[in-house]
């Protein structure tokens, strides 16, 4: 089983760009898809990036996602920072009949 | 409007039983896989169970292996998750996810219920 590393914190203020990376520690993270989902506090998760770099309808394009096989990261990257962003990022990923989640980057707006 | 609500949480002691449903509507629920997810209070995302569309394949994480079991009632929209041996490790809002395709072998969790609340003390 592989483990998705994810930094615990970032801050950053409105307006500004920012990126989370998710690094996996054994296997290609080009192997198999990466999601990104959004948390806020007392809230439930909601997907903003699937299949590494899609949107769901309604998740404004602000969110991107890739992927970079040579530092086997997957990379989310929120610009144009509202204070509404300010929320808990996950990463996830497939492993062999299981679920990997990242531990979490607690965003930080002001 | 796809709704998912859990129930059955609640508090239990240690070495106790609980079995958690997730009420489905608005979607096809014989289509699509569903998942369970935990997040203990003040953690992150943990992955608990797996299960296809049509109830055949099963997954669980190995740190819940032979103390959870997940099923479906495809006729009524109800997913479950039965827990057994509970311990305080396992307190948790347990939330139930619709997957976007017939397997959790591809696809993604792409709508969530408010989750139950399991406390084990």
């Known amino acids: 089983n592989f483990l998705l590393t994810q930094p615990l914190s970032m801050s950053e203020s409105p307006g500004k760009t920012v990126t989370i990376s998710c690094t996996r520690s054994s296997g290609s993270i080009a192997s198999t898809y990466v999601q990104w989902y959004q948390q806020r506090p007392g809230s439930s998760p909601i997907i903003l990036i699937y299949e590494d770099r899609h949107r769901p309808s309604g998740v404004p394009d602000r969110f991107s996602g890739s992927v970079d096989s040579f530092s086997n990261s997957a990379t989310l990257t929120i610009s144009g920072l509202k204070t509404e962003d300010e929320a808990t990022y996950y990463c996830h990923s497939y492993g062999v009949n299981h679920q990997v989640f990242g531990g979490g980057t607690k965003l930080t707006v002001l | 409007e796809v709704k998912l609500v859990e129930s059955g949480g609640g508090l239990e002691q240690p070495g106790g039983s609980l079995r958690l449903a997730c009420v489905s509507s608005g979607f096809t629920f014989a289509d699509h896989a569903m998942t369970w997810v935990r997040q203990a209070p003040g953690k992150g995302l943990e992955w608990v169970s797996g299960?296809?569309?049509?109830?055949?394949?099963?997954y669980y994480a190995d740190s819940l292996k032979g103390r959870v079991t997940i099923s479906r009632d495809n006729s009524q929209n109800i997913l479950f998750l039965q827990l057994r041996s509970l311990r305080a490790d396992d307190t948790a809002l347990y939330y139930c996810?619709?997957?976007?395709?017939?397997?959790?072998?591809?696809?993604?969790?792409?709508?969530w219920g408010k989750g139950t609340m399991v406390t084990v003390s």
């Open positions: 299960i296809s569309a049509s109830g055949g394949s099963t």
């Open positions: 996810a619709k997957w976007s395709t017939a397997t959790t072998l591809l696809g993604y969790m792409d709508v």
